[in-house]
């Protein structure tokens, strides 16, 4: 390993967010899940969780760039044990839900441990994660589309999480404990 | 027409920000100029401009979910051209560009008549924009992936701009001219 990659993945690994994460619920489209691996990347999330639709576990392909080998997905068989796994382990439940409860994405806290609940490409959200959510968060559209394309609105709820948790110095801070950091690093390095 | 498709029309008209636009640089895939679309009708944005790579002027398709109808597609012949152009009617021109001198994405002004400048999927922006541009901006990445998804990177990109314009009331005053105005109107009310 060259001194640049050394330091590139040790970089990557200092900036991780171990508190930040995504959910998505029964999201199938091997595009749209490859795009949101790589925004997950790109804002330094190194867990995604997912609910596949009923029978339907397949893995993802597509062209998320590599990413995959960056982002560790971990699978749920329900929105229940998903987000109560997560709840147990002290996050926020944020879905992403076009409801009327629903609060302004930027009015949210994302710099305490949150998960991100992305809905299926034609239902949404189902049932379970729309009660189960601590909040529904929403972008306001202004135009005749009603809803933007998950993983481009994924990416603008990340990049607001991003936004807040550079402001208050979370990516300054080493936040992998030592046993993942050093195991990723090693994975990383070994491929 | 219905009473609510009436409101709804007149509504998403008043909000179109006549000064926003967004201009490709030899984006191909059509998947990303569908979101492209997608995403600009989401943010208000009326007319997008569009440089087709050499030869290959050829129109977009794809599931923007009939977005199209709702944005004007306008193509120029040359980066030259369109650049020109937009700057002639007052526009700044920024290129989000991953180069040396860019700046964050948040830290300019899209409260003025603006054109975001996107790049193509593999060669991103190219030399004529680069230097034409008023400025490069970027946004930060903190992963191991080297760019986002073109599609993905121009949400990121336009929600900040929405978010300005909410923020000093652009999309509450009508900024479109009369005559585009009705003529929009005429268009979508009558299909
Ligand atoms: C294409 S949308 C699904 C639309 C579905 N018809 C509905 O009404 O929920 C897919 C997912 O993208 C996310 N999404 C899309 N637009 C959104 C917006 N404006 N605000 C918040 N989330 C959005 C949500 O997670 C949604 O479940
Ligand atoms: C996949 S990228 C092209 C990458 C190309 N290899 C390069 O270095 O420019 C396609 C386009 O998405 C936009 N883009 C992607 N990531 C970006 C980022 N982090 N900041 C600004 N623009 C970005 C740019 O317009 C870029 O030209």
Redesign the pocket.
Known sequence: MTPERYKRLRETLDRRQSDLTILT?QMHKPRNIAALIRTADAVGIADVHMVWSAGARRPYKGTALGSQRWVKAHTHDSMADGINGLRQQGYQIY????SEQ?VN?RSVDYTRPCAV?????????GAVAESLADEH?????MGMV?????S???AI?LAEAQRQREAVGQYNRVSLTDDVYWQLFFEWAHP
Request: charged share 15%; net charge negative; glycine share 6%.
């Open positions: 619920d879905a992403a839900h076009l629903a994405f609940v992305l809905g299926n490409e034609k239902q949404g959200v968060i929403i972008i306001p559209m009603e809803s933007y394309n998950v481009v609105a994924a709820i």
